[in-house]
């Protein structure tokens, strides 16, 4: 951390954020007797807080974004420049680093081909119902309108996003909410509602060709799912699932929407999470990675086929996409994520990602063998969650004062690591582990360690 003479003092800026900021996520009574964390740096893996803390930082950014660490100098200097020569046009007008990182975004996406840039996961996923609607009224009279989307699934933030949100206690409190968003079940092996059973990834996409028949196939325009669902507590779809679901979506003429927020560029070792399971989405949304928050951006991607859709009458004046962003404009964002591209292409972060991530799933199973609080361990690449139970037979979950226990210790002890929280009634239970996708053994060493004597702690 580089602390010169004269701006070594926050202590202005920690009273104006007690006074002033109003945090995310955050029950602000504690602050009247405690200062808020104000984070000033990072390096790498690290970051460092105004009283000079030093963190290694397992979740990101606290909400796995920054895929390829802190202090990137290219970034900032490819967004620098770009600021320079032009920092913004309403993108009814092109601008060079959106269409070189379209291009570019594209190649890595075989069957896609058409990218709309905006500004949050939230909002991709907004634009993705706004086309599936308008697919739904010019197509088939309104009819096909319904999106599905899967318990403990998390979709974002606003109001209709969080219509689409499998999270009861997210939701909580903030309805009434958009109608024609219709709830399927979730697909956690670990806490299977189909019994102890080989078939049980069959079994979990079956569940959601019930739901389509009993609200009829020709309502249902779309379904949104999570490759592999991440806030709601990591959970890696079973085997069998994801083919059973795609030949669904054909077979009912839904379109297959996913939201790569979390898992897309690079997270899971592959450019996106849909690409373990081979299948083909019609409509794919990704945020928070893209330019691993060093600039706001995020993408609706979709088929060519979905495109036309909002092409074929241009005698119609109602017959295109009438949506606008207006920092959809940003030259920063694709700007930032073309030299992000190019970060995890030159440094190889896939491959590093997918090493990574084996060990770092070796080293929790190995932990699981330690501490009878732990459940169940899932992940893919470098995104792990480790489930927590008062008790293996029953996998009763731990209360979630004691997977905030776990976090607060690792905190205390130099480590961030995430958990599920205020997401549901019971299941905030989960520890959740994203660190960068350039993370060495030692890194991870370091984390698993600093889990393992909070679990000995918490449970002594
Ligand atoms: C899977 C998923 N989709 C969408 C979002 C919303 O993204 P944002 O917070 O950028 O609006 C999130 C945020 O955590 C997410 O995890």
Request: aromatic share 8%; charged share 25%.
């Amino acid at each position: 951390m580089n602390l010169t003479p004269g701006n070594n003092d926050f202590s202005e800026a920690i009273e104006n954020d007690r006074t002033h900021v109003w945090h995310h996520l955050s029950q602000h009574k504690r602050y009247e007797t405690s200062d808020p964390m104000v984070v000033i740096e990072g390096k790498g893996m690290r970051v460092w807080d105004a009283r000079g803390r030093e963190f290694l930082d397992a979740v990101s950014g606290g909400v796995w974004t920054v895929n390829v660490g802190y202090g990137r100098e290219t970034i900032a200097d490819a967004v620098r420049e770009q600021l320079v020569r032009l920092n913004y046009f309403a993108n009814t007008a092109g601008n060079v680093p959106g269409a070189q990182f379209a291009g570019k975004l594209i190649g890595k996406m075989p069957g896609l081909s058409r990218v709309y840039l905006s500004n949050s996961g939230s909002e991709a996923n907004e634009k993705a119902y706004k086309i599936v609607r308008q697919i739904a009224h010019n197509k088939y009279g309104g009819k096909k309108h319904k999106i599905l989307y899967r318990e403990r699934d998390y979709h974002g933030t606003t109001i209709t996003a969080l219509s689409s949100t499998g999270q009861i206690q997210r939701k909580g409190q903030y309805g009434p909410f958009t109608p024609g968003f219709v709830e399927v079940p979730h697909c956690l092996e670990y806490r299977s509602q189909y019994g102890d059973c080989a078939d049980y990834g069959e079994k979990a996409a079956r569940a959601i060709e019930d739901v389509i028949l009993r609200e009829g196939p020709d309502t249902v325009g779309a379904i949104v799912l999570e490759p592999i669902t991440a806030g709601g507590g990591v959970i890696t779809p079973p085997e069998g699932y994801w083919p059973t679901v795609q030949e669904i979506c054909r077979k009912y003429d839904i379109l297959l929407h996913i939201d790569e927020v979390v898992c897309g560029v690079g997270r899971t070792g592959k450019w996106f999470g849909y690409q373990h399971y081979d299948i083909q989405p019609d409509i794919v949304t990704m945020a928070k990675g893209v330019a691993s928050g060093y600039a706001a951006i995020s993408c609706t991607v979709t088929t060519e086929d979905v495109f036309n859709e909002f092409k074929s009458d241009p005698a119609d004046p109602m017959s295109y996409f009438r949506d606008i962003s207006t920092f959809g404009g940003c030259a920063a964002g694709p700007a930032a994520a073309l030299e992000n591209m190019r970060i995890i292409e030159d440094e190889n972060l896939l491959e590093n990602t997918t090493a990574m991530g084996g060990y770092l799933l070796d080293r929790l199973h190995m932990l699981k063998e330690r501490h009878e609080l732990i459940g169940d361990v899932r992940g893919k690449g470098l995104f792990c969650g480790v489930e927590l139970v008062k008790d293996r037979a029953s996998k009763e979950p731990v209360d979630e004062s004691t997977a905030q226990a776990i976090v607060a210790d690792c905190m205390s002890n130099g480590v961030i690591i995430g958990a599920t929280n205020r997401s549901f009634d019971v299941y905030n239970n989960t520890l959740c582990l994203s660190p960068a996708l350039i993370c060495t053994k030692d890194d991870l060493d370091a984390i698993v360690d600093a889990i393992d004597n909070a679990l000995a702690r918490v449970s002594a």
